[in-house]
């Protein structure tokens, strides 16, 4: 089966302390993307990457660390530094858009409570 | 339609109704769309796109209609099904926005039996 494959479902963490959360790719994708979803808002992107071993940061990037070692593997810390963690968490991928913009695929998504 | 705040947009259908959800986008530049369909505690699914240089888009039970002249975006499903009942959203990409997408907040349908 091809996919994304997102880590823990739910996580529950106390204030303080950072977390990662996984994503994995098996679709042979380039991009891979972190995005937060918050009730009543649109997503938000945290990160994302195009090629191994380099990423870029996206509107809400504070607070976040991403590694792009694999292609396959885009992993996210959430470091104490980030003021309200709580949130559902998103990981897609897609082909590195050209001259023309691809769609992105979604994973499960992980469920983040700090408290 | 979709808006920005605490509560989505709702919108209640009957089983076999047409479904009619809207988008109003913002960026004049955008060049592709997407909707997304997600169902509670879930990822997104890809439903359809639709590039700038179309202005309708058909698939399985599902159209896309772009009107560029006034930003908007809809997503009309044919007699829709109790399985269709979830939270939609639209995504828009800029020629100006790099890989950025812009996502919707969504409007939730839900389908009565």
């Known amino acids: 089966d091809g996919g994304i494959t997102q880590s823990p479902k739910y996580l529950f963490r106390k204030e303080g302390q950072n977390v990662t959360l996984s994503c994995e790719q098996n679709l042979n994708h380039d991009a891979m993307y972190w995005y937060r979803q918050d009730p009543g808002q649109g997503l938000r992107l945290i990160y994302y990457?195009?090629?191994?071993?380099?990423?870029q940061k996206g509107d809400i990037a504070e607070g976040y660390s991403v590694s792009r070692e694999k292609k396959e593997s885009f992993p996210l810390t959430v470091t104490s530094a980030q003021k309200n963690p709580t949130a559902f968490y998103l990981c897609?991928?897609?082909?590195?858009?050209?001259?023309?913009?691809?769609?992105?695929?979604f994973g499960p998504g992980t469920r983040l409570t700090v408290t | 339609g979709e808006s920005v705040g605490l509560h989505l947009p709702t919108l209640s259908v009957q089983e076999g109704d047409n479904s009619i959800i809207n988008c109003a986008y913002s960026n004049s530049a955008s060049d592709y769309f997407i909707w997304y369909k997600q169902e509670s505690g879930k990822g997104p699914q890809f439903i359809i796109d639709i590039r700038s240089n179309m202005d309708k888009r058909q698939g399985q039970r599902v159209t896309v209609l772009l009107n560029k002249t006034v930003k908007h975006l809809s997503l009309q499903i044919a007699a829709t099904q109790p399985g269709d009942s979830a939270v939609y959203f639209c995504a828009e990409h800029g020629e100006d926005t790099g890989n950025q997408f812009y996502f919707g907040t969504g409007t939730s349908l839900t389908v009565i039996p």
């Open positions: 897609a991928s897609s082909i590195v858009p050209g001259t023309a913009p691809y769609e992105q695929y």
């Open positions: 990457s195009q090629i191994v071993n380099d990423f």
